[in-house]
Nanobody, 115 residues
Framework: QVQLVESGGGLVQPGGSLRLSCAAS????????MGWYRQPPGKERELLAS???????NYADSVKGRFTISADIAQKMVSLQMNSLKPEDTAVYYC?????????WGQGTQVTVSS
């Protein structure tokens, strides 16, 4: 079974930074893309950033210029550096892994931005 574990969430003041990490394990032989999603309280889960096995990145407009995704696809790891955090960034953040046979999700890590 494929498993993803996020870490690095927590409480931070507006303007602060956090770095989220995700490690994948299990029966993984190839990866098309890894990404980060978030789900604010009472809202839908949304895609924030993704990175392909070729290193191409994409960002949601809401985080472009503030968040940076990086990954070592071969090592099945992906990170999200979050800078200039805002209260509206408060959400549960999820790691996503796309495999040839399906998509997999981590358990989520809480990020709270509050003064």
């Amino acid at each position: 079974q494929v498993q993803l574990v996020e870490s690095g969430g927590g409480l931070v003041q507006p303007g602060g930074s956090l770095r989220l990490s995700c490690a994948a394990s299990g029966r993984i032989f190839s990866i098309t893309v890894m990404g980060w999603y978030r789900q604010p309280p009472g809202k839908e889960r949304e895609l924030l950033a993704s990175i392909t096995n070729g290193g191409r990145t994409n960002y949601a407009d809401s985080v472009k210029g503030r968040f940076t995704i990086s990954a070592d696809i071969a090592q099945k790891m992906v990170s999200l550096q979050m800078n200039s955090l805002k209260p509206e960034d408060t959400a549960v953040y999820y790691c996503n892994l796309v495999l040839p046979w399906g998509d997999y999700w981590g358990q989520g890590t809480q990020v709270t931005v509050s003064s």
